[in-house]
């Protein structure tokens, strides 16, 4: 399976370049990852590049999440040298940075400031924090790529796509594929936010649950992207659970204190 972030491709009138700029004949008017700012846009995190030349320190945003993975749509869709799947699928209009294929996530460093108290010097978990506005989203750094994980499960329903497209050729009109694609957008969209992100009672209970003596083994659930099945982390004990979240205080504490 190819990297979930490979930059795409872009070949008659499908494109899956995760581009910042705006294609010439996009009916969009935003790029991807305007077309989904969340209102929680504020929340940022301190990241650290260390550049052997010019390291340099930036506030971390929203991870903008391509609900149908570039990677394999590229691959299952544009990849192949089928001209019967090529074909239909070049004569339709569809931009993978479509606002319906778009979602606002937070990653690990979010939820870590959020719920820690944070300086150069290093910090701890806070008391008596409330949810965040990004509560119930599964962290995007989390068992997004993992083995058979949720960039697994898109390419899994695209071949089951090619292959429907394969069996009916240009009968399978250029409409018919975008409606597949945005309902595969939105089946996908709830599965993360209506399922996933919920588990446990959402993340925010989540976060108690993995504090508690004992701690409640699948506390990670709703902080994962994956199936019930293949989330990586079921098995953390607590004193797991703290060092992955001292782990992140003390790259967000190195960040702070600067390059």
Sequence with gaps: ??????RGDRKGKFCT??????????PGTKNYIKVCEPSWVGETFKRLVRSKTNPFVFDKKYEAHHILCVAPVTQELLGTDNIKIRGPVEQTQWCI?????????????????????ID???????S???APPFDNIPQHDFDHNCKEGYTWEV???IKKVAKEIEQKGHKLSGDTLIGKLDDLSEL??????????TRKGGTHNAWGLAQKEPP?????HPFSMASDAKVSSVGFPARNFKDKVDKWINRIAKAISGP
Excluded at 97 to 117: D, F, R
Excluded at 120 to 126: K, N
């Design 1 to 6: 399976m190819a990297g979930e972030h490979e």
């Design 155 to 157: 390419e899994v329903e």
């Design 216 to 220: 409640d083994p699948q506390w990670c």
């Design 120 to 126: 150069e010097d290093g910090g701890d978990i806070a």
């Design 17 to 26: 370049t995760p581009a910042e700029k705006i294609c010439d004949d996009c």
């Design 188 to 197: 996908f969209e709830e599965k993360l936010l209506d399922d996933r992100g």
């Design 128 to 130: 008596g924090i409330g």
């Design 97 to 117: 940075n479509n606002e319906m294929n778009m979602i606002a996530m937070p990653l690990w460093g979010h939820t870590v400031k959020w719920y820690c108290s």
